[in-house]
């Protein structure tokens, strides 16, 4: 299938808004979206910008059923790593489910890591459900390493009361 890989602008905030939501939906987790395309444009196309995404697209004679014609994307941000320097954390990567073993999943990762190569990064890091076992075995059949498997990492969050608490205790001076 024909299809082209770019980055985002920020009229695609939308669709890339409607496409979070169908992949919250995949992880059961729809509840706990509260991003809008309002916060994706100010967050990723400001001066200094909270993240990158590429798209997939396809051409009109290939929309989806419901008339689509962005059908994937990769959504990323850099981080650092005091043992190894530059390296990127890729928080989404979704294919609509019916344009999926064409070839555009591997194409977005594969461009993820050509920006972030052309920026001096030395790796890429994301995190999978345990069960979303397609996708495990996608990463892994790519090279990725299971850290939690090889290394015993756990993946820790403050949010909530819990982040306000802490914040409420910083040093005033
Ligand atoms: C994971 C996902 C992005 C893959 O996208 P895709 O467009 O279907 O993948 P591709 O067609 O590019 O497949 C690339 C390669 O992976 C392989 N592959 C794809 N799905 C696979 C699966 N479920 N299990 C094993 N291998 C798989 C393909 O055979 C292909 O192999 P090749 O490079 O040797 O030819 C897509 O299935 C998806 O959106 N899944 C739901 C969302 C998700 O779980 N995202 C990841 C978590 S953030």
């Known amino acids: 299938m024909n299809f082209k890989i770019r980055p985002a602008t920020k009229q695609d905030c939308k669709e890339i808004s409607r496409m979070i939501m169908e992949l919250a939906v995949y992880e059961n987790m729809s509840d706990q979206v509260k991003i809008s395309h309002e916060e994706l444009e100010r967050d990723g196309f400001c001066q200094n910008p909270f993240f990158e995404c590429l798209i997939?697209?396809?051409?009109?004679e290939h929309k989806s059923k419901e008339g689509f014609t962005?059908?994937?994307y990769a959504f990323y941000?850099?981080?650092y790593s005091t043992w190894k320097g530059r390296s990127q954390y890729l928080e989404d990567l979704y294919v609509m489910p019916e344009f999926r073993g064409n070839g555009i999943g591997k194409a977005l990762l594969s461009k993820v890591t050509e920006v972030g190569k052309n920026k001096g990064c030395v790796r890429l890091q994301l995190s999978v459900l345990n069960w979303n076992t397609p996708?495990?075995?996608?990463?892994?059949?790519?090279?990725?390493?299971?850290?939690?498997?090889?290394?015993?990492w756990h993946f820790i969050r403050f949010d909530g009361?819990?982040?306000?608490?802490l914040a409420k205790g910083a040093p005033k001076n």
């Open 161 to 165: 009361k819990h982040l306000d608490d």
């Open 135 to 152: 996708s495990l075995d996608f990463y892994a059949a790519k090279g990725a390493q299971d850290l939690t498997v090889s290394e015993g």
């Open 77 to 79: 941000f850099y981080t």
């Open 56 to 60: 997939a697209e396809v051409p009109e």
């Open 70 to 72: 962005i059908v994937g």
